[in-house]
C-alpha cells in the first residue's frame, strides 16, 4: 500500500529529526495533505499506530491538517477548488487553468512535550 510507505518514510524522517534535536518525547506531528496530492488522509491516519509501534513515536499524537486543491483560471484569473468544481472554472466554464496549491504532502510541525 502507497500510504504505508509514506507513513513510514515520514517517521523514519521525525525520528531522526528527534535524535538530531534531542527530543526525547514528541506530543504531536502535524501533517498538511494536498486534496490533490493522492494521498488518502484516512489510509495515513489508518496505517499510522501500526507503523510507530515499537519506535519513539509511539505516543505521538498525529494531527492532519487538508490543503486545498485551488487552481487559478487562465482564463478569467477566477481562483477556484478544483475538486469542487469539477476541474472546471465556476466562472467562464474553462478547464484553462493552473494548479496554486494542494499538490503538498508535507509535515508542517513536530510539537515536542
Ligand atoms: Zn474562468
Redesign the pocket.
Same mark, same amino acid.
Given at each position: 500500500m502507497h500510504e504505508l510507505n509514506i507513513v513510514a518514510h515520514i517517521v523514519k524522517t521525525v525520528e531522526d529529526f528527534a535524535i538530531d534535536n534531542r527530543l526525547t518525547k514528541i506530543d504531536t506531528l502535524v501533517l498538511q495533505i494536498g486534496e490533490l496530492s493522492g494521498v488518502i488522509p484516512r489510509y495515513i491516519e489508518a496505517c499510522y499506530p501500526a507503523v510507530v509501534e515499537g519506535t519513539s513515536l509511539q505516543e505521538t499524537k498525529l494531527k492532519i491538517e487538508i490543503v486545498p486543491g485551488n487552481a487559478f483560471? &487562465?482564463?478569467?484569473? &477566477?481562483v477556484?477548488n478544483l475538486l469542487q468544481n469539477d476541474f472546471a472554472?465556476? !466562472?467562464?466554464?474553462?478547464n !484553462?487553468?493552473e494548479i496554486l496549491c494542494g499538490k503538498e504532502l508535507m509535515i508542517k510541525e513536530v510539537i515536542a512535550c
Open positions: 483560471c &487562465k482564463e478569467c484569473n &477566477k477556484f472554472c465556476p !466562472d467562464c466554464g474553462r !484553462d487553468w
